[in-house]
């Protein structure tokens, strides 16, 4: 009789052990719930670009867009030496990444861009115009970046968003 009782504790016991993980696992998640990532941007809804339907829209590569134009002084001109640096410091994936000028008026005669679609100023761009937006290669809005914000941080969240949808675009 011993023995049997003694074979339950132990089958008891393991069993036990086995959970524990399992159970301390749980009690972690549940009183300390995980604080999910953290964009530095300001994530967007999922839902297409307001210039992605034009038919010289670069498909198939990740663009960064702003609205541009001659009214257009030095903020704009910030903005556009920004994202030609976070378009560059990309390294390898910069040829994944393109740079689009949605243009309101005429084009300033001073800037380099590669490409320069014409845009509606009454077309609503959802976060609005004082910054530039990151949209996937299949035309859909994914993050707005404010016009004065970090370059650097910039930089590491666009290639972390490169890197983690390598197989797209």
């Given at each position: 009789m011993k023995s049997m009782n003694r074979g339950r504790a132990m089958l008891l016991g393991m069993g036990l052990l086995c959970l524990a993980p399992v159970l301390a696992a749980w009690l972690a998640f549940?009183?300390?719930?995980p604080a999910g990532g953290a964009s530095y941007g300001q994530l967007l809804p999922t839902q297409p670009f307001?210039?992605?339907e034009h038919p010289q829209w670069p498909r198939g590569q990740w663009v960064l867009a702003a609205t541009l134009g001659s009214d257009c002084r030095d903020r704009c001109r910030q903005r556009w030496l920004a994202m030609k640096q976070i378009e560059k410091a990309q390294g390898e994936a910069a040829g994944r990444l393109t740079r689009v000028a949605l243009l309101v008026s005429a084009r300033p005669k001073?800037?380099?861009?590669?490409?320069?679609l014409?845009?509606?100023p009454e077309r609503v761009l959802l976060a609005g115009r004082q910054g530039f937006y990151l949209v996937d290669p299949l035309g859909n809005q994914v993050l707005f970046y404010r016009d004065g914000a970090d370059p650097r941080r910039i930089i590491d969240e666009v290639a972390k968003v490169l890197k983690v949808n390598n197989g797209l675009g």
């Open positions: 549940v009183l300390l719930p307001a210039g992605a001073d800037l380099d861009v590669p490409h320069a014409p845009h509606a």
